[in-house]
């Protein structure tokens, strides 16, 4: 089995709890530093919802600690690479240079080390590299969608279908949310996390089969077939056939 990365769709409906909302998105985007395959990295609030979800999640987003790993203090601490951080900031820059705007961060932090700032950016497109690839950093791109519909198409159309968030009380957009989204796992109201009694792994680029649970141990497992036919001598119809796993 593998599992290759993500960038994972974390969807806002005009019912979410928004100051809620807002606080799962920081702690799921910038979870060690933002260095996650599970965490949220593409946020589509709805319209109706945005201007209130953008400003809490900014200012939360803006009041993260950066500082040294070791300081219970700190919430951001540097990167894993000296090119990890190189390849974050070529993704802001490119995506800025295309007209992307910066609602906080967007730069090194200056002092020694691979530090980058908690960043936020809107008005992202197509054209833009982290449109369409990972951002392994505390980088957060942000979408203003007209409706569920909307979300679901632009998040499907990623390479990636790791993880997967929805926020709404709705229970038709929770039933659609979890039909459409093309991804391994789709979690409501929460974050995407690990849990060992339930299935991990994703669709498309994200990899194939599974880890944790039955299914996670059946994918080490070789299935054999054992077919036995009826002796010559009985008049017995048909046969005996059975499977073992070893």
């Not at 295309?98 to 960043?119: H, I, M, N, Q, S």
Request: hydrophobic share 40%; charged share 25%.
């Amino acid at each position: 089995m593998l599992e290759l990365g993500g960038s994972d769709p974390f969807i806002v409906m005009p019912s979410a709890h928004l100051d809620r909302a807002a606080e799962v998105a920081v702690t799921s985007r910038n979870q060690n530093n933002g260095q996650s395959c599970i965490a949220a990295k593409r946020f589509f609030v709805h319209r109706d919802v945005a201007e209130e979800f953008t400003r809490l999640f900014t200012a939360k987003i803006a009041d993260l600690t950066v500082g040294d790993p070791m300081d219970e203090a700190t919430q951001i601490g540097p990167l894993a690479t000296e090119s990890g951080l190189e390849d974050v900031e070529k993704y802001v820059q490119d995506a800025v240079a295309k007209g992307a705007t910066v609602l906080t961060g967007g730069k090194r932090v200056d002092r020694p080390g691979w530090f980058y700032e908690p960043t936020l950016l809107s008005g992202i497109t197509p054209e833009m590299d982290l449109y369409a690839e990972e951002v392994f950093g505390p980088v957060a791109a942000l979408f203003t969608v007209d409706s569920l519909d909307e979300a679901i198409e632009i998040a499907n159309s990623h390479p990636y279908g790791l993880g997967s968030n929805l926020w709404s009380e709705d229970e038709d957009e929770r039933a659609q949310f979890v039909r459409d989204i093309a991804s391994g796992m789709a979690f409501i109201n929460g974050m995407t996390t690990s849990f060992p009694e339930l299935p991990f792994g994703g669709v498309k680029q994200s990899g194939y089969g599974r880890e944790l649970t039955e299914l996670g141990m059946r994918e080490f497992m070789n299935a054999k077939t054992v077919w036995v036919g009826a002796p010559s001598s009985e008049q017995a119809e048909g046969s005996t056939a059975g499977a073992a796993a070893e």
